[in-house]
């Protein structure tokens, strides 16, 4: 991931963590690795929109059903959003970056649940016998 210092693995990568976690990782990044941080979520954006096109493309579930594959995206937006306004902050622990680095932890395994749960139900529908017309 563009060389970021890997203690504790960058958020994107975990399934759960705190906000307190989320937010004394972001505030240990200093300089050259706080700018490849900010990069990779700038990148971040173009594939959680080409992920979504993706799910949306794919889903066959009823028509009231057809906005849960952007749900994961939008998940993923706000996560990468919050992180980006907490790297551009100076390093700091006051009552916005708790709530902002708390919204973080929430949303992440929500975004997780979905993506993975529409995944799941795109390749059911597409490849297990109930989920084939005949």
């Given at each position: ?12 990568l ?74 551009t ?42 989920g084939?017309?005949?």
């Amino acid at each position: 991931m563009l060389s970021i210092p890997q203690e504790g693995r960058i958020l994107d990568l975990r399934f759960w963590y705190s906000g307190q976690d989320a937010l004394d990782y972001l505030q240990s990044l200093q300089g050259e690795a706080r700018d490849r941080y900010r990069i990779h979520e700038w990148l971040d954006l173009l594939f959680m929109a080409f992920y979504s096109l993706a799910m949306a493309g794919f889903w066959k579930g009823p028509r009231r059903t057809r906005l849960i594959p952007w749900v994961a995206g939008i998940l993923d937006f706000v996560e990468t959003a919050l992180i980006l306004v907490l790297l551009t902050q100076p390093a700091s622990s006051g009552d916005l970056e708790q709530a902002l680095a708390s919204g973080i932890a929430t949303v992440t395994p929500l975004k997780y649940v979905f993506f993975y749960g529409t995944l799941f139900w795109i390749l059911s529908a597409r490849l297990l016998p109930w989920g084939r017309k005949s």
